[in-house]
């Protein structure tokens, strides 16, 4: 910075590469070394900041004197006089020495033009040029590959013509190829016996669906585990798979048919009413995901195959039972009720004009339906009648999903009854849920479509508190919580003579992606309370046999978990680790009791007062 000065001119670099003199107006000496020049460009005055290492590369006569006037002396450059100081004596003074000045410098300087060429060195290349080179091959390289990235895209789709979900339906395909699959046979595996039975099935595509090419986003890898794939998008719009694993006791296919689903759900519950147990079987899902399918029968157009059903089914295997040695000594007699709730009223599906009725408790406490109609029946053929009766008069509306969708919970009840009072001697409820719907799918619709769904999500609520209580053994039960709960109150309480079913349908296609979530995770909530309920009152044990006893295999984890954490913790000693643990769970078993208690305080006290209230109406 010592040898330049203002007003001084060196030769700079453009940022085409051009190289020209422009004189000095700034020197900035400080860490950034910026030296400030201008230039006239016809009339317009330009302007630039240059780094000091760059004046120093294309400036090297300043920085080196010696060199260039070794060039001058090989190129017979003349020398310089010095100027005259008095003005010469013939009058012409100044003009005389400024010819003088415009010779010597006609002399000089095609000498230095000459020599400079060969003295200044081929200098790098600007900052500035060599970041627009590098952004310019960047940005090559971009084109090219969005262009490879566009052809491969183009090709794919050409693959799969007149799909819109290709690029989903191809990751798909890429994820199963990665997958393990192990088909197994109903046959070879042992039929479970737990007091809470979760499955799911899985609908096929149809004919809508497929012919809108939506893809199956769910996988079945064995007989108990579900992987849903969710396509989701990140921030920057790339499409990707998020994939969901669930477990439960049996997971049935598309290829699964009604016998199948009936074998392992419904069968096992016929033989438990026979020995004086209560049971239950509900089939759970959206609205179009093959409830009614499955507890009804096959659809041909829009006739419904009884035959095909599980109530259909289970009434064969009644029948069957009555036949066998061991329960023919105990002359049951069988009989059948079919009834509807629509709402918060419950309509007899077997009396002509389908009246309403009312649910009642009597004197016992016992929940009773007033009025309802009950079938004897000596045969299959029986039972198919009566379904045939019952199903054509059932309640049924178009909603967004299904043209023809079930807005009633249907319940098929076989009795079973001792002589000589008819005692009973076991119940085998059969329910064919109304499809759960969210507000988001109603809110075009009606404001009768919109109660409807309102109802049909409180009552399918009030059920999962129930199965709660029930997986937790629960002195209290919330079964006043709806119609249906009420209606099914002798099926929640009995301690180990009740035993439940729970048949999840769950839709295969891309636009369902979101209900089939919702249905997993109510069915899988449902699994988890009945681990949770092996575990009342004690720790879980670390038993290799644990996962046969109940519907979790994985319970042996969470114990691991859970045994884990806390000999992490900083414990004196083993027995004093027990010790807190068991006071811990001492501490959570009196809460849950408490709050048990003071539930069924509350509604005894609300019965009370109600009572109370009618008695003072009559006076």
């Known amino acids: 910075m010592d040898f330049l000065s203002i007003n001084q001119q060196v030769f700079i670099r453009r940022s085409d590469g051009r190289i020209h003199q422009a004189g000095i107006i700034k020197l900035d000496g400080s860490v950034n070394n910026i030296v400030t020049v201008e230039w006239n460009e016809g009339a317009v005055t330009r302007g630039k900041e240059v780094p000091l290492n760059t004046i120093i590369k294309l400036n090297p006569q300043i920085y080196d004197p010696p060199a260039v006037i070794r060039a001058s002396q090989n190129n017979t450059l003349v020398s310089i006089p010095p100027r005259p100081t008095q003005a010469p004596a013939n009058g012409q ?104 039975l979760v499955c799911v099935r899985k609908r096929p595509l149809n004919r809508r669906e497929l012919n809108n090419c939506e893809p199956d986003v769910v996988s079945v890898p064995n007989r108990e585990l579900l992987v849903v794939h969710e396509p989701r998008k990140q921030v920057n719009l790339t499409k990707f798979l998020e994939h969901h694993n669930f477990r439960f006791d049996y997971t049935f296919d598309d290829d699964c048919s009604n016998a199948q689903v009936h074998e392992r759900t419904a069968r096992p519950l016929v033989r438990h009413i026979f020995e004086g147990g209560m049971a239950t079987c509900f089939a759970y899902g959206q609205t179009g995901s093959g409830k009614t399918h499955t507890m009804g029968g096959v659809f041909t157009g829009k006739q419904q195959n009884c035959r095909d059903g599980i109530y259909a089914l289970a009434a064969g295997d009644v029948f069957e039972y009555l036949r066998h040695p061991k329960y023919a000594r105990l002359g049951l007699t069988v009989s059948c009720s079919f009834f ?108 009768l479509t919109r109660l409807e769904g309102a109802e049909i999500n409180k009552s399918l609520l009030a059920l999962k508190e129930c199965i709660r209580a029930l997986g937790r053994q629960s002195p209290h039960l919330p079964f006043r919580g709806s119609k249906l709960t009420q209606v099914l ?79 992490s913790a900083s414990m004196p000693s083993v027995d004093t680790h027990a010790e807190h643990m068991h006071s811990i769970w001492n501490t959570y078993t009196v809460g849950s009791a408490l709050e048990d208690e003071n539930l069924a305080y509350f509604n005894e006290a609300t019965d009370n007062y109600d009572n109370g209230s009618k008695e003072a109406t009559k006076s």
């Open 93 to 196: 003074g100044p003009k005389a020495a400024m010819v003088a000045r415009q010779r010597i410098a006609a002399a000089v300087m095609p000498a230095t033009a000459a020599a400079a060429p060969r003295t200044l060195p081929e200098s790098p290349k600007d900052d500035v040029v060599m970041e627009i080179e590098r952004l310019r091959v960047k940005r090559e390289r971009r084109r090219q590959v969005h262009d490879e990235t566009r052809a491969l895209r183009q090709s794919l789709m050409d693959a799969d013509p007149k799909n819109p979900n290709w690029e989903i339906a191809r990751m798909l395909r890429m994820h199963r190829m990665q997958m393990t699959f192990q088909p197994e046979s109903f046959a070879s595996s042992p039929i479970k016996q737990h007091q809470i």
């Open 340 to 447: 509807e709730l629509y709402g918060t009223r419950v309509y007899d599906l077997l009396m002509p004009g389908k009246p309403q009725l009312r649910v009642l408790e009597d004197g016992k406490q016992k929940v009773q339906v007033v009025g309802l109609t009950e079938e004897p029946v000596a045969n299959s053929d029986d039972v198919l009648k009566l379904l045939e009766l019952g199903n054509s008069v059932r309640t049924s509306g178009q909603t967004s999903a299904n043209s023809k969708s079930s807005r009633s919970h249907a319940v098929f009840q076989i009795v079973l009854r001792s002589p000589p009072i008819n005692q009973l001697h076991g119940k085998f409820s059969l329910i064919d849920l109304a499809g759960n719907e969210r507000g988001a799918d109603n809110s075009s619709s009606n404001r």
């Open 489 to 567: 109150r002798d099926s929640f309480i009995g301690g180990k003579k009740v035993r439940t079913c729970m048949i999840a349908m769950i839709s295969p296609s891309l636009r369902s992606v979101e209900h089939t979530l919702n249905t997993l995770r109510y069915a899988d909530r449902v699994k988890e309370l009945t681990a949770h309920a092996l575990t009342k009152g004690k720790l879980p044990a670390h038993d290799a046999n644990l996962a046969q006893r109940n519907s979790l295999p994985d319970i042996t984890n969470q114990a691991t978990q859970v045994s884990r954490v806390s000999s």
